[in-house]
Structures are given as structure tokens and as C-alpha cells.
Antibody, heavy 121, light 107 residues
Framework: QVQLVQSGSELKKPGASVKVSCKAS????????MSWVRQAPGQGLEWMGW????????TYTQGFTGRFVFSLDTSVSTTYLQITSLKAEDTAVYYC??????????????WGQGTLVTVSS | DIQMTQSPSSLSASIGDRVTITCRAS??????LNWYQQRPGKAPKLLIS???SLQTGVPSTFSGSGSGTDFTLTISSLQPENCATYFC?????????FGQGTKVEIK
């Protein structure tokens, strides 16, 4: 079945970097783009952007430019989210989600299980 | 950015009750509206796409309606497994935005 499996929780100090992985199975990674979504503790969902899995071209939404980098390795069907110069406010659960398109409609399905990134000194 | 506002923020209902959640967009999103369910500690799950298309495997007790700026998610008969937070999402205009969520609890 189609599944996205993310890497485990991370505890990082302010200023460090983190790289979260999202491994796709059950389908060809390059057939669908991948989105990333942030959920801060007790908060709602924020769309961070998406990566074109054919070209590797990323698109970031406002607020997620500069320190956030989407990448992929098609040989292992995996996309990545790297966050540099971590701040306490980056503490959140980060989800990858397959970006499904039908005609002009889009939705996220399925989602990875989420990766908790905690930034604390 | 298009703002999505859900109401209520939380609700408590009895098993078997009909539950309605509203999502209002700050401008028309036509039918580019999705609904997700997030159970505690779990990832969101797609329930409904394009305002009213029920996803395969989602119980028929769920339904979605609306277009333009006003949308509803209805649970026709609330079950214990429906305890979750529900989010709407518009994909009409980038950045795609989510509502703040509606938490559904059993009374």
C-alpha cells in the first residue's frame, strides 16, 4: 500500500541543523510531488511548500524561505527536509504528504507519521 | 493569503448525534476545499476532497458540501472513533491554507 515513513524524533540545540527524511513506498516517488507541513505544539497546520520529484525543484511558502531546504534522492525513494540555524520556535511536528492532483484539484494523501523536532538548549 | 475560519473551535456531542462543522473562506475558493481528520497523536488523514468527494474507505457517515466561501463537514451519526480534530484546507490559491481546526469530543 502507499505509505510514507519518516525518520524519528530529533532533539537539537539552537543554531544546529536537522535533516528529516520521508521514504515513499507503494508507488513511484517521481509520479507525485511531495509537500511538507508544520504543526507547532497544540497548533494548526502550516503548508511549508512542495518539491517537484521529477526535477527536484522546490517551492517554499512565505515564512519557510532561507533556512528550510527540500531535497530528494530518487534512488532510495526518499525526500528530505533540512532546517538550518534552528530556533526554539522551530519546535514542531513536521509532516511529509504526497501531493495528489486530479485535474485542477489538489490534496495531500497520504501523510507520513510525522517527525517531532525539538529545539532546546 | 486566503484565511480559513472554522466554527466551532470545539464541540461535544453524544454518540449517534448529527455533527456539523463549518469552514468559511475569506474569499471564494470555488470547490477547492478538502477536509482532514487528525486523531490525537496521529497524522492527518484525508476525508473529503473537492468539497464533497468522499475518499475511498471513509465511512458514509461523513459528507461534505458547499462552494464559494461556505462549506460544511457533516457526521451523520457520531461514533467514538470520530473523536478527532478536523481541518479544512483550500487549494484554490497559493499558499494553500488550513482552518484552525475543530476538536470533536464525545459527551
Amino acid at each position: 500500500q502507499v505509505q510514507l515513513v519518516q525518520s524519528g524524533s530529533e532533539l537539537k540545540k539552537p543554531g544546529a541543523s536537522v535533516k528529516v527524511s520521508c521514504k515513499a513506498s507503494g508507488y513511484n516517488l517521481t509520479d507525485y510531488a511531495m509537500s511538507w507541513v508544520r504543526q507547532a505544539p497544540g497548533q494548526g497546520l502550516e503548508w511549508m511548500g512542495w518539491i517537484n520529484t521529477n526535477t527536484g525543484n522546490p517551492t517554499y511558502t512565505q515564512g519557510f524561505t532561507g533556512r528550510f531546504v527540500f531535497s530528494l534522492d530518487t534512488s532510495v525513494s526518499t525526500t528530505y527536509l533540512q532546517i538550518t540555524s534552528l530556533k526554539a520556535e522551530d519546535t514542531a511536528v513536521y509532516y511529509c504528504a504526497r501531493l495528489y492532483a486530479s485535474s485542477t484539484f489538489h490534496w495531500f494523501d497520504p501523510w507520513g507519521q510525522g517527525t517531532l523536532v525539538t529545539v532546546s538548549s | 493569503d486566503i484565511q480559513m475560519t472554522q466554527s466551532p473551535s470545539s464541540l461535544s456531542a453524544s454518540i449517534g448525534d448529527r455533527v456539523t462543522i463549518t469552514c468559511r473562506a475569506s474569499q471564494s475558493v470555488r470547490s477547492y476545499l478538502n477536509w482532514y481528520q487528525q486523531r490525537p497523536g496521529k497524522a492527518p488523514k484525508l476525508l473529503i476532497s473537492a468539497a464533497s468527494s468522499l475518499q475511498t474507505g471513509v465511512p458514509s457517515t461523513f459528507s461534505g458540501s458547499g462552494s464559494g466561501t461556505d462549506f460544511t463537514l457533516t457526521i451523520s451519526s457520531l461514533q467514538p472513533e470520530n473523536c478527532a480534530t478536523y481541518f479544512c484546507q483550500q487549494t484554490f490559491s497559493s499558499p494553500w491554507t488550513f482552518g484552525q481546526g475543530t476538536k470533536v469530543e464525545i459527551k
